[in-house]
């Protein structure tokens, strides 16, 4: 009987049948987002799920939600699972009575069935492990591996639930450091700055009795991608579409357009009105080289300091204040400027900025301590970023090669794919 020989595997650009590649059990066609509600970790997940190539058909979002409101603010630092406990006990004892269902005014939010019902995307399902791992389990053999992309603290349980019920079915990826036990993992991505509590300067600053709680507890190994900032959804395909789709409005504009974005306090970026009149001040120095002014405030921003801002620039000619209504401008800005001004206090604003290349002038670093100290340290010293004084000409033009910490990341998990003999299938 003659050999029935195998075609050989074809080559060029129309890529290998998945009988060369070892079948569909090891191609990655699908993916699940873990999140917790807040757009600046979520969209980590959403970037670096993007970088792989995974369209929306092929990825899922899920949510881990907290009670919100009233006495759910002290207790927050709960874990997510005893906070849902407390807050149902609470709610058996007290009802609707005002104590302690209120604090400071705020009334307490009820929980929802599904996480919808307070972000307004009914689609959102809250995040159970056991029915996600079940199904990369069940739909292993047709769909293939699971990709888990999971970021901030309330995920972490879920995420590594998951991995531990269908270790063979899935690769997990959980963005932000989870302190410890990397090994619940298949990869973590974090940026060097979290490490700054196990540097010398860092346990100069950090009381020792805070350094466990304090991220993380152990040097980086094998399990951890280290990022500058913060992975986003930026891109140079992104920044293409909202150039055409912000043409009309920004394309017009004088040049050099300086683009300013104004994030709010954290508890280690303090400021209040000082920061803003600093800032309104630099920016009179600096309107004379600027064509256009484009200002945009975060949800975090105080009113006291809006107030200053608008106060000070809203009659100018030559800038506009975004109001804070729908369509927001931010892609737009991202794509038109010449140059931006951002505060301190957002390390996912500078990211995405640092992301286009062009100059980035930050105010307010001197007001930040511990870790956010080290990353403001770290743009600077890479060129990424200069302060913003007020003496620059914002005309005169510098660049720098754009960080693409999301580009990388997925890089590595590619590779990391790889070592464990799966590929992605876009």
Not at 31 to 50: C, K
Not at 80 to 96: E, N
Not at 120 to 135: N, Y
């Amino acid at each position: 009987m003659r050999t029935i020989k195998l075609p050989e595997p074809p080559s060029g650009s129309l890529g290998m049948p998945e009988i060369f590649e070892g079948g569909i059990y090891s191609v990655v066609r699908r993916a699940v987002i873990i999140g917790n509600g807040f757009s600046g970790a979520e969209n980590q997940s959403i970037g670096l799920v993007r970088a792989l190539g995974f369209s929306h058909k092929q990825s899922s979002l899920y949510r881990v939600t907290r009670p919100r409101g009233g006495i759910n603010e002290w207790l927050r630092w709960l874990p997510v699972s005893l906070h849902k406990k407390v807050f149902y006990v609470i709610k058996r004892l007290f009802g609707d009575a005002q104590f302690p269902m209120t604090i400071g005014g705020k009334k307490l939010v009820p929980f929802p069935a599904q996480n919808g019902g307070i972000a307004g995307l009914s689609s959102v399902l809250e995040a159970d492990a056991k029915q996600i791992a079940t199904m990369a389990h069940e739909t292993f053999e047709k769909e293939g591996p699971l990709l888990v992309v999971a970021s901030g603290r309330d995920t972490i349980s879920v995420a590594s639930t998951i991995k531990r019920l269908a270790p063979q079915n899935v690769f997990v990826v959980q963005i932000q450091h989870p302190r410890s036990h990397l090994n619940r993992f298949d990869l973590v991505v974090a940026p060097h700055h979290d490490y700054y509590p196990l540097t010398p300067a860092g346990q100069q600053q950090i009381p020792k009795f805070l350094r466990r709680w304090i991220t993380p507890r152990e040097p980086p190994d094998r399990h951890v991608v280290l990022t500058v900032g913060a992975l986003h959804t930026v891109n140079s395909a992104a920044l293409r579409i909202a150039a055409t789709a912000w043409h009309y409005e920004l394309a017009p504009l004088p040049k050099p357009l300086l683009v300013v974005n104004i994030g709010g306090p954290t508890s280690h970026c303090r400021y209040g009105v000082d920061l803003a009149k600093q800032l309104a001040d630099s920016l009179q120095n600096v309107l004379a080289s600027c064509g256009s002014v484009r200002i945009s405030f975060s949800r975090r921003t105080p009113q006291k300091v809006s107030d200053i801002i608008v106060k000070e620039f809203s009659n100018h000619p030559k800038i506009y204040i975004w109001d804070g209504e729908d369509p927001n401008p931010h892609m737009g800005h991202l794509a038109w400027a010449d140059a931006f001004v951002i505060t301190a206090d957002s390390v996912s604003m500078l990211s995405e900025a640092c992301c286009t290349g062009k100059p980035v002038y930050v105010i307010g670093a001197e007001r930040c301590t511990w870790k956010f100290s080290a990353f403001h340290k770290t743009l600077r010293e890479r060129g990424l970023v200069r302060t913003f004084t007020g003496m620059e000409d914002i005309s005169d033009s510098w660049s720098y090669p754009p960080l693409n910490d999301t580009g990388d990341a997925a890089a590595r998990v590619q590779e990391a794919l790889a070592e464990r003999g799966w590929t992605l299938r876009r």
